[in-house]
């Protein structure tokens, strides 16, 4: 049976209470007509997780596989066309479900949700085998190693939406500065500005992160551009701003359309996702994948952090 990696319960108060990882057997499920089941290469984690494990995130679940993120090889497949021309290839999935292509945001709101955790999409690909919809897969890109491939979905999605839907300025020329340059959607924010021609400058508390930065594109100077709500529940808007025509835009994940917009650029552009750390071993290595979550809550990584699940064919062991 394969396995997986969920929380277990334990007493405590929202923001105090730690959950620990468990590792469980999942049962052996068919895919149905529609529906493609693959084997994981790798998994990667977001800030999600780390507020799962705190009991911060809604809807926390107790025996559903952790993480939004990763990467495969289609092993089987329902018995439709669409869903057989999978079959071995590599793939990245969508890490949110239940958002077509509406620019404005989900057509149904309630019915949007990220993979990994909650009851609202029991699926999470912390595990051996995920079997899900073969429309909610995109091919890996060739130039992509697996665990680069499960750093990309969700922080490539948000950026992609941030910079490109919403902002309107990932476009040659137009200057840019990114806050708080390290964190997945950040870095991938970078990447897809400099890929674009966008002159992009980022800040940092850690002059570390700041010289990263400068070797992937970053420059001094530029335009403010903010998102994300890791920082803060609450974010300050002054009388100030209004009367500088500061335009503020929320955004957050993306549709399925954005999702295949992104995967597409990264593939033509051979843009690689920032891996800070990838730990080996698979999901046995429970300390190591621990360890992720420290590195998270440290905030010390510069990109993301990764776990192998499982070898690709041709892959060295070394």
Not at 269 to 279: E, G, Y
């Amino acid at each position: 049976m394969p396995s997986a990696i969920t929380i277990r319960k334990v007493n405590g108060t929202p923001g105090q209470v730690w959950y620990p990882l468990e590792q469980v057997k999942q049962p052996n499920v068919q895919p149905r007509e529609n529906q493609v089941s693959i084997r994981m290469t790798a998994a990667a984690l977001n800030h999600r997780d780390l507020f799962l494990r705190q009991h911060l995130y809604p809807g926390v679940t107790f025996g559903i596989p952790l993480l939004a993120d990763g990467a495969g090889v289609v092993v089987s497949s329902g018995s439709s066309p669409a869903a057989k021309t999978w079959l071995n290839k590599r793939v990245i999935l969508n890490p949110g479900s239940g958002w077509k292509d509406d620019p404005e945001g989900p057509e149904d709101p309630k019915g949007y949700a990220y993979l990994g955790g909650t009851k609202m999409n029991p699926v999470g690909t912390l595990t051996d085998v995920v079997t899900i919809d073969a429309s909610e897969l995109e091919e890996t890109p060739k130039h992509l190693s697996s665990a680069e491939a499960a750093a990309l979905p969700l922080t490539g999605l948000t950026a992609w939406r941030a910079t490109v839907t919403k902002s309107g300025n990932c476009k040659p020329g137009r200057s840019i500065l990114i806050t708080g340059i390290g964190g997945g959607v950040a870095l991938m924010a970078l990447l897809f500005m400099t890929a674009a021609g966008a002159n992009v400058f980022v800040t940092s508390s850690s002059e570390e992160k700041i010289e990263k930065a400068k070797k992937l594109g970053a420059v001094p100077g530029g335009t403010i551009v903010s998102y994300g709500m890791t920082i803060s529940p609450e974010m300050p808007f002054s009388m100030s701003a209004v009367l500088q025509n500061i335009d503020l835009r929320g955004s957050t994940g993306g549709s399925r359309k954005e999702f295949a917009d992104m995967v597409n650029f990264v593939s033509n552009k051979m843009i690689r996702p920032i891996v800070s750390r990838t730990v080996t071993g698979g999901l046995d290595n429970m300390e190591g994948i621990d360890s992720l979550f420290e590195d998270m809550k440290s905030g010390s990584q510069f990109g993301k952090l990764v776990i192998e699940i499982a070898k690709e064919a041709g892959e060295s062991n070394l």
